[in-house]
């Protein structure tokens, strides 16, 4: 697929070096990107309208995706052989593959409330024309779809290979580069606004993805961030459940795909559904602050199939860190974010923050690993 408005590989940068990408041979389209010199001599594939800025192990993720054109292409028939740069998370990457192939997208209508939710700290004007957005771990593309809708360009960044159905759903108005949220491929200061919903609680290294994505945002841009809260004010009961749930997803999520699939579902039907409805009908009630300690309540006016898919999506990691709304801050604290909004609204927790002006990236800054909650 054709990306009308990539014409500049000035946009990316090597994953290893972090030096600026040449083209090889080819272009947009179809083609290798390198160096051309200096001592870095990593190269990536573009293939279907899409860079493939990945390293190490993740590398198979592509190659197996695309057998055909790493077999016309000899010079990169060895691509997939580094191990390097392993990373141990793969089998998730794929799981969430498979999961944004079964359930492919939500109903327009529904996905626009939900993304209002997500965007509501978020300047408008930033998702305007003229501005150039990150989601950095697309998935399916939904959140790509709602900003390019909304006239701004869109590099939708994912290591999976969930970003051909994503490109699949947004069409050419929305860049797809195939790559790590802690290796984010793109020049310094090159995007207006920067998000990543419900991805950072699920890697190790959080600080860092956080610390690369916030290189690619220019002086006085954005950073919006969603985390699983860590049940901040809730009771004992509320507590309690939840660890019984969490318990349960320790042991589901080690299960196959295609048995975790089924149990999942299950889980949205007899738990997620009914009370769901029941927070819609005490809201209809009027009796909101009850219904506000019904768990789930994020879901009352919500379609089983999404439901069903954040079930998946929920029991199906095994990595889930949890924040307080104080560690969000501290977070975005450390990364060097100032303006640090957090939403008083569900889902938590998201926050933006904005990164101050006249600031350069710094290469040297030492990143500390960030805890789980």
């Keep these: 697929m054709k990306h009308v408005w990539w014409d500049d590989v000035s946009l990316f940068v090597c994953p290893a070096c972090r030096l600026p990408l040449d083209v090889l041979w080819g272009g947009s389209d179809d083609g290798v990107l390198g160096h051309v010199s200096g001592a870095c001599s990593e190269v990536f594939p573009v293939i279907a309208g899409s860079p493939r800025l990945v390293l190490g192990s993740a590398r198979g993720i592509v ?51 939900v993304f209002e939710r ?28 709602e900003v390019a809708s909304r006239g701004a360009r869109v590099i939708a960044l994912d290591l999976g290979q969930s970003i051909e159905l994503a490109a699949r759903h947004v069409g050419p108005s929305a860049l797809f580069v195939q790559a790590d949220v802690r290796d984010v491929p793109l020049a310094a200061c090159s995007v207006d606004l920067a998000y990543s919903l419900g991805v950072l609680h699920h890697i190790e290294e ?99 199939r999404t439901m069903r ?40 927790w998201h926050a933006v923050g904005r990164r101050p002006t006249g600031t350069e990236p710094d290469d040297s800054a030492e990143v500390a690993h960030t805890a789980d909650a």
Excluded at 93 to 112: C, G, I, L, T, Y
Excluded at 120 to 139: E, I, S, W
């Design 206 to 304: 959080t600080d860092l993805a956080v610390r690369r994505i916030l290189e690619t945002i220019r002086p006085g841009g954005w950073f919006l961030v969603y985390l699983y809260y860590a049940l901040d004010g809730r009771g004992a009961l509320f507590r309690a459940t939840f660890t019984f749930v969490d318990g349960l997803r320790r042991v589901i999520s080690s299960l196959p795909q295609l048995v975790l699939a089924p149990i999942t579902a299950v889980i949205a039907a007899v738990v997620y559904l009914p009370l769901a409805r029941l927070a819609r009908l005490l809201e209809a009630l009027g009796l909101n602050t009850l219904a506000d300690r019904v768990p789930l309540r994020i879901y009352s006016r919500l379609s089983f």
């Design 118 to 145: 997500y965007f509501d700290l978020v300047p408008p004007m930033l998702l305007g024309p003229g501005n150039t957005v990150l989601d950095a771990g697309c998935g399916g593309g939904r959140w790509a779809a």
């Design 309 to 348: 898919t954040d079930s998946l999506d929920r029991f199906g990691t095994k990595l889930e860190k949890r924040y307080r709304r104080d560690e969000v801050i501290t977070l975005l604290e450390r990364a060097g974010l100032e303006d640090i909004r957090v939403s008083e609204r569900l889902p938590y």
């Design 63 to 113: 190659t197996a995706a695309h057998p055909d054109w790493f077999a016309t292409h000899r010079p990169l028939r060895g691509w997939s052989t580094d191990r390097s740069r392993s990373r141990s998370d793969l089998q998730l990457v794929q799981r969430f593959d498979r999961e944004w192939q079964q359930f492919a997208d939500m109903r327009p209508a529904e996905r626009a409330l």
